[in-house]
């Protein structure tokens, strides 16, 4: 299946490491939250406005990383863990076509071309960063060690 999202944006370089992947994607979803903690009057468009840029680019690159380096190394432990793969791939799709509509509808925001209510722009943001904190818990607590252990760390 291919993805939309397999040419990271090139300002943004790429991850040392895993856990680099699953710092940055966090720190993403922090900032999310708070431009949607700070919805409809303290916004500060600027910031949101770099967030919206940095969001595709960001995922992006990790998503590739982590389908590039990880899922190889992960699948070497079994058949058994190649329908958890698949199942991060679709996640990785769901996310980054999510993202691109957080991004277009945070820039519209954020430059005052209202396309949703501020409740609707905080629900999409939420919906946004919840899913990628699951998916990045997933990552943590079971990808990670699941990594490190067949690379032998």
Do not use: W
């Not at 991004?103 to 209510?117: E, I, L, M, N």
């Amino acid at each position: 299946m291919s993805t939309p999202h397999h040419r990271a944006d090139q300002s943004e370089t790429v991850p040392a490491s895993f856990d680099e992947c699953l710092t940055r994607q966090f720190a993403l979803c922090a900032a999310l939250e708070t431009l949607a903690d700070t919805l409809p009057l303290n916004v500060d468009t600027l910031a949101a406005t770099r967030l919206a840029e940095a969001l595709h680019p960001t995922l992006s690159c990790c998503q590739i990383f982590e389908e590039t380096y990880v899922f190889p190394i992960i699948a070497q432990s079994g058949p058994q863990v190649e329908l958890i793969v698949e199942r991060l791939r679709h996640e990785h799709i769901e996310d980054i076509y999510h993202a691109r509509d957080v991004c277009d509808s945070v820039k519209a925001f954020a430059g005052r071309r209202h396309r949703v209510t501020a409740n609707e722009e905080g629900y999409m943001l939420r919906c946004l960063f919840t899913s990628l904190r699951r998916h990045l818990a997933f990552d943590r607590d079971y990808v990670m060690p699941l990594y490190l252990q067949v690379r032998g760390c």
